[in-house]
């Protein structure tokens, strides 16, 4: 009876042991979306990035954040159309530990409210972003942003040049660039086909930033990578998964930053941006084409522009440790050019 109890307390035992690589494999197999939100939670803890909500009124912002405000240098990053505060993680594993760190949900994106009536032009947006950041109570921070990011950037450094010591514009968008991709290209005929009703069912047209099927996926992840992602099949599943229910929103979203109030609103405001401007582009940008950085300099001539060649437009994930090297650069600089004070003449 010993020998069988030992027996049966080994095998539940052994049981144990396995529970964890069960539920992995079983997650990985047919919820494998949630193994992509349960990696970027365990990459977070191992950078020391914890995840916030700040709350105005009825709207909720929600944030991951290292170090703290006041002691150090204030970063604010803003990411691009579709994605969320953890596009930033290859980024942020190469910024020191010195700066404060702060990764914002975009309105309507992951943690952040979403709401039916919200204003998601770009100035709707920056007003959001606004508030956000005299509920954190930050000032004189650098802000950084990537395409969409980028342009809502741009323009709050136009609108409340007080909060900012300077600007990172990643690929952004809101430019009208002496060349066009064939991304835009293909928008522009969506547009034309709208406009002569060739299409009664919007809804129909494919947009190639919003993914409804595997092989649009890998197209898309082609059109923004410069090298291909040779990605698993259960890890596109994942990120497949993780995209499909928001999709409604994503096309109003692009819908309403393609408007004309909003599709030019970077270069309508570049001369109004006062604080040291950086630009870092992709050579080969097959989303937003890397002339509109000739657009920015010849606004602001005393801009600093950075072209990365065997880059594309995802430039946080194919060179973040060039991006943050890059804004590291361009801060110390800005220490030693104005002694301390970040603002620059306007």
């Known amino acids: 009876m010993e020998g069988g109890g030992a027996k049966?307390?080994?095998?539940?035992?052994?049981?144990?042991?396995?529970?964890?690589?069960?539920?992995?494999?079983?997650?990985f197999m047919f919820w494998?979306?949630?193994i992509i939100r349960m990696y970027n939670w365990f990459w977070r803890r191992r950078l020391g990035?914890?995840?916030r909500y700040s709350v105005v009124g009825s709207f909720r912002f929600c944030y991951s954040t290292r170090g703290t405000p006041g002691e150090a240098q204030s970063l604010l990053l803003l990411h691009g159309f579709s994605a969320n505060k953890d596009m930033w993680l290859p980024v942020v594993k190469f910024l020191p530990e010195q700066y404060h760190v702060v990764c914002l949900d975009l309105p309507g994106h992951d943690g952040t409210s979403r709401f039916q009536n919200e204003d998601y032009s770009i100035n709707g947006q920056v007003s959001r972003i606004h508030e956000f950041v005299h509920s954190l109570g930050l000032a004189q921070f650098h802000l950084i942003g990537?395409?969409?990011?980028g342009n809502l950037a741009g323009v709050y450094a136009a609108r409340f040049p007080k909060d900012l010591c300077s600007v990172t514009m990643v690929c952004p968008a809101g430019l009208e660039p002496p060349e066009d991709t064939d991304f835009v290209k293909s928008l522009r005929e969506i547009e034309v086909r709208r406009n002569q009703?060739?299409?009664q069912d919007q809804n129909k047209e494919s947009i190639a930033l919003i993914p409804s099927s595997i092989p649009q996926l890998q197209e898309m992840l082609e059109m923004c990578c410069y090298k291909?992602?040779?990605?698993?099949?259960?890890?596109?599943?994942?990120?497949?998964q993780n995209r499909l229910p928001h999709n409604p929103f994503y096309r109003h979203l692009f819908e309403c930053i393609s408007a004309e109030e909003?599709?030019?609103?970077?270069?309508?405001?570049l001369h109004r941006i006062s604080v040291p401007v950086q630009v870092v582009w992709g050579q080969q940008d097959r989303v937003l084409h890397v002339s509109g950085a000739s657009v920015i300099a010849a606004a602001l001539p005393h801009s600093q522009v950075a072209l990365l060649e065997n880059c594309g437009h995802s430039v946080a994930l194919e060179r973040p440790r060039k991006l943050a090297t890059l804004i590291c650069n361009f801060l110390s600089a800005q220490e030693v050019t104005h002694g301390g004070t970040h603002k620059k003449n306007s």
């Open 32 to 34: 494998p979306g949630l």
């Open 8 to 27: 049966v307390v080994m095998l539940t035992g052994s049981v144990l042991l396995l529970l964890p690589v069960i539920l992995f494999v079983t997650s």
């Open 146 to 149: 990537t395409s969409m990011g």
């Open 262 to 269: 909003s599709r030019y609103s970077l270069q309508k405001n």
């Open 197 to 199: 009703n060739l299409d």
């Open 228 to 240: 291909p992602l040779n990605l698993p099949k259960q890890m596109m599943m994942g990120l497949l």
């Open 49 to 51: 990035l914890s995840v």
